[in-house]
């Protein structure tokens, strides 16, 4: 108990680096022995002491939870299935020997993907707050909080620029012919001579190259990124409507986007299925699948791929940008975390694997009405065979830039030039051109979903009377998308894909690897990860055996090999940002661009080094000292979970560090407690 002297009690760490929660009649009691549902007996001692007045505790405002556990795994799954696993795992797919990239990408998958997913998810869970209160587990690592705010803010504002051009194509397949199809009257002469409309660089250009370029991007119009130009207004209505449903759909918090995932994060698994049936009946569609799986051994010993694998398991499970912490925070104290985890991950990798096969029986199908092999089809020395086969080849170089840029997708020119061509290309052009920009628009607007709560949770987790007002909190939300609205006007002018080029490239470059890394190691080393596995298993009620032997290979992952793979990435990502210039198309961006965009990701990763010096300034001692307790959880981290939906059965925590460190109880702890005069520990 409370020290006379003032010092705190050792808490010391048991052999499972925890120490169990006492109950009473079937109460939970907290860290200081006090059960909230017995109410406290006067003392039998009299007290010779006067008494001091107790504040009156400050009233605990409720979180929201997930109306039930398939919203929380419909939600991750949603937010992890993106534009990425549609459009640039296939990609990767075949750049990197066909089947025998998927040796390197389960690998990886189960090396670092899992154990970070498993950790970001139990982290949020455990501590029921966002991205940034969530690191009272660790006050010396608040900045990466902070980081994970900065990403995510940098994300919102260029995806749903990509939402606004799936708006635009989905309005235009309402047409009939697809105004980008060789039936279309204004296309009827460039399809008829490949010699009109030339690029250039002497290559011909298709009717979807012209109808992305000219009539919806206008980059034609701009010079660079020095010349954004004038806005695109019929862009910046399809943003502006985009920017309306997310508030819509968010306008209750997970109580509305809970529902609403129902249907967004299920229709794009309906389409991908009536896509592979659809190409499976295609002529040449077997050629194209035979490509996909026949693997190229000889791939194995290149580096590339080793990263490529890394990179995409990053970039398509949304580690380290704060959604899957926002979102875990809002589940029950008891939900089974490694079973969403296995679940959640292991479906967001195979949904990669299965979009694989509608992307190549329909590059099968483009082969053969082409006459050639699937094989030069996919040769990038052979990309000047068909346009689509030359943005198929060069999306790399278009937009984010894979090669470039590790942890960048294909580009949007592979989903809204060469998909675009492929699918006018098939009998009922219109029904498929429709259902796949609906796909991409669900895809785009779940991802999103998950973004925009890793910053409403980490700002009402700050600002909690907001949760309390409705208004306040709607007019919080209106504001913040409105905000993202003017800015994301930059991005559809007509030099605005030069800017979503730049920001889309850094915003998820090495500052993203940077805070991912060190949450790895705070986890592991500061916390400690005995005590972090400690709280996954007293989450875990009913833990069955299986739990505890599969922590022990996540708590070797912890500790050695994902950091050792994060490292890995983190070198070649600044190889590859120094050895070649980042562009778009034949446009190379300028030196004082590419500082920009460094500057946007180092930005992100200085938080962490910002707010460690400003944890430690606020501790006294010397600076061993001042580091010791700016490591040690705050006294409010144990208790959580009291917006359970369980009531007198809340599971709450006791106050626990590793040994040998103390915690200094303060007046605060004992609030609302009688202690009887004499009574020791």
Same mark, same amino acid.
């Given at each position: ?29 907290? #860290? ?38 398939? +919203? ?19 990609? $990767? ?29 139990? $982290? ?49 397949? &309402? ?31 298709? #009717? ?116 899957? $912490? ?36 329909? $590059? ?11 094989? +030069? ?140 890394? &060190? ?5 592991? &080393? ?156």
């Amino acid at each position: 108990m409370h020290d006379e002297s003032g010092k705190g009690a050792d808490y010391g760490s048991s052999a499972g680096g925890a120490t169990a929660a006492i109950a009473k009649n079937g109460h939970a009691v907290s #860290p200081n022995g006090y059960n909230p549902a017995i109410t406290p007996t006067p003392p039998q001692q009299s007290d010779t002491r006067v008494s001091s007045p107790v504040p009156a505790p400050a009233a605990i405002i409720p979180r929201d939870q997930w109306g039930g556990k398939y +919203e929380f795994l419909l939600s991750c799954i949603g937010y992890c299935v993106g534009l990425g696993n549609v459009w640039r795992f296939p990609y $990767l797919c075949y750049r990197n020997g066909g089947g025998v990239f998927l040796i390197p990408y389960f690998i990886m998958l189960f090396v670092t993907g899992v154990p970070l997913f498993l950790m970001e998810l139990s $982290l949020g869970q455990y501590g029921s707050a966002g991205p940034i209160m969530v690191w009272k587990c660790c006050p010396l690592l608040k900045g990466i909080g902070i980081g994970m705010l900065c990403v995510s803010t940098l994300v919102c504002l260029y995806y749903n620029v990509i939402i606004a051009w799936t708006f635009y194509y989905l309005g235009s397949s &309402f047409q009939s012919p697809l105004p980008w199809s060789c039936d279309a009257v204004a296309n009827v002469a460039i399809c008829a001579n490949r010699t009109v409309g030339n690029s250039s660089s002497g290559r011909p250009r298709s #009717p979807t190259e012209i109808f992305w370029n000219e009539k919806v991007l206008g980059v034609v119009n701009s010079e660079g990124l020095h010349d954004p130009g004038p806005v695109r207004w019929p862009l910046a209505l399809c943003l502006l409507a985009a920017w309306i449903i997310i508030f819509l759909c968010m306008l209750k918090g997970i109580r509305s986007s809970g529902k609403v995932v129902y249907v967004t994060a299920t229709f794009p698994y309906f389409v991908l299925i009536v896509l592979v049936i659809r190409g499976a009946t295609l002529e040449g569609s077997l050629q194209g699948v035979a490509f996909y799986l026949t693997p190229d051994w000889s791939r194995l010993a290149n580096a590339q791929v080793w990263n490529d694998a890394a990179s995409q398991i990053f970039y398509s499970l949304g580690i380290g940008v704060g959604g899957l $912490l926002s979102m875990a925070s809002y589940n029950k104290f008891d939900n089974n975390v490694i079973r969403d985890t296995i679940v959640i991950t292991i479906g967001n990798c195979g949904t990669s694997f299965f979009a694989g096969f509608a992307i190549f029986s329909i $590059l099968g199908h483009m082969a053969w009405r082409k006459g050639v092999p699937v094989g +030069e089809v996919a040769d990038r020395g052979s990309c000047h065979a068909s346009f689509f086969v030359h943005i198929f080849c060069v999306a790399a170089t278009d937009g984010r830039n894979p090669k470039h840029n590790p942890f960048a997708s294909s580009g949007p020119g592979l989903a809204f030039v060469a998909y675009p061509e492929a699918l006018a290309l098939l009998p009922g052009s219109v029904f498929w051109s429709i259902m796949f920009f609906l796909m991409l628009f669900m895809l785009g607007v779940d991802t999103l979903f998950g973004n925009m709560e890793g910053i409403t949770t980490a700002v009402l987790d700050e600002f909690p009377n907001l949760r309390r007002n409705t208004f306040h909190k709607s007019l919080f939300l209106g504001a913040l998308c409105f905000a993202f609205y003017l800015m994301g006007l930059l991005l559809v002018t007509d030099g605005g894909i030069y800017w979503f080029t730049l920001i889309d490239s850094f915003s998820t470059s090495f500052g993203l690897i940077i805070i991912t890394l &060190f949450m790895c190691i705070g986890i592991s &080393f500061f916390y400690g990860v005995n005590q972090f596995c400690q709280d996954i298993i007293d989450m875990i009620c009913h833990c069955p055996p299986w739990c505890s032997k599969v922590l022990i290979y996540f708590k070797a992952c912890w500790v050695f090999c994902t950091p050792f793979l994060l490292l890995f990435i983190l070198i070649y990502i600044f190889l590859e940002m120094y050895n070649t210039p980042l562009h778009y198309g034949s446009y190379v961006y300028p030196r004082w661009g590419k500082g920009l965009g460094v500057c946007m990701g180092a930005t992100c990763c200085l938080q962490i080094l910002i707010w460690a010096i400003v944890a430690i300034s606020k501790e006294t001692g010397s600076l061993q000292e001042r580091f010791k307790k700016a490591i040690r959880p705050l006294n409010s981290w144990r208790v959580n979970n009291l917006n359970s939906a369980a009531g007198s059965q809340e599971h709450v925590e006791p106050e626990r560090v590793e040994a040998p460190y103390t915690v200094t109880l303060t007046d605060q702890d004992f609030t609302a407690i009688t202690w009887e005069m004499g009574s020791s520990a």
